[in-house]
């Protein structure tokens, strides 16, 4: 007879929420290692079946699927995705109180702006919020067999098996200690739009942004520093190599991202324009050709 979904928590670890319940077929050791001896990026092979990665001590509901993982059948994320999410049994446990200490009063922008500064240098890992990562799922993940001793030895691959790193919108997620969780689509939640003529040149909305606007267009985020610079996490693909081509810095794009970098907003801004084919907007949600600005930094305290 099935189980009745119950109410549990993420641990005192960051949560992964999976796209597929069968971890060996997309998380296995040897094939990551073999992309990694040949020079490639084996987060490339797993960021597809990353949903999110939840902050520690959030709320979720699951119910029993099979003896390895549970069905995450609500969480702060789904309200993005259609699709079945999953989760380790080994990583979850019970719910006995309260267990989301991020969803409290805001922080103040000050400390957003020093977190930012702070997660210079993350992995980026599709989903992540984390600039720790959970070993605790890594060691789950070695007892199940899905990655060997010698595997985790190799620094990616232990990246990979803790969930350590932030995507652009987990970006925000870690600076704000988990206040904010989700993606470039709700930072519209944040603030207001700011009103951008279409024809606006790219120097002129760099002198209009403000510390913690966030910069969004469809598929990415970037957030305002202030003095002129925008704070990302970005992978490697056609927004690194577009950004990589505007301020070089590194023999590739992908030693130059594939981590959280501060950049000149200037240079970003052009590189939307011209290399991308963006142009600015005051309307919800960006289309395709075009990119929007949030005032976030009015959500936080002064």
Known sequence: MPQAPREIRTCAEPL????????????????????????RLARLLV??????????????????????VARVVTSAYHRYVDEP????????????GSCTPGAGRPPTRARVLARLVELVGTPYLFGGTSERGS?????????????????????????????????CSGLLNAATDGVFIGDSRDTVH?????????D??????????????VLVWKGHMVVALGDGRIIQAVGDGTNANAFFAECGG???????YNRVAIDPARAILDALSHRLGKRPSSQWPPSKDTYAIVRCGRSFQT
């Open 190 to 198: 944040l603030g207001p739009v700011v009103d951008l003529r279409d």
């Open 200 to 213: 606006t040149p790219p120097a002129e909305v760099a002198r209009m942004l403000e510390p913690l606007d």
């Open 250 to 256: 590194a023999p590739t794009a992908w030693q130059r």
């Open 85 to 96: 999410l999953y989760a380790l049994n080994d990583v979850l446990e019970p719910f006995h």
């Open 135 to 167: 070993s605790r799922q890594r060691d789950v993940l070695l007892e199940l067999g899905t990655f060997a001793p010698h595997d985790l030895e190799h620094p990616e691959l232990d990246r990979i098996a803790r969930a350590h790193g932030v995507d």
């Open 16 to 39: 992964t929420l999976w796209r597929r319940h069968d971890l060996h077929a997309f998380l296995h050791g040897g094939t990551l290692r073999a992309e990694v001896e040949a020079g």
């Open 47 to 68: 960021d597809p079946h990353i949903a999110k990665v939840l902050p520690s001590d959030r709320r979720v509901t699951v119910e029993r699927h099979d003896e390895v």
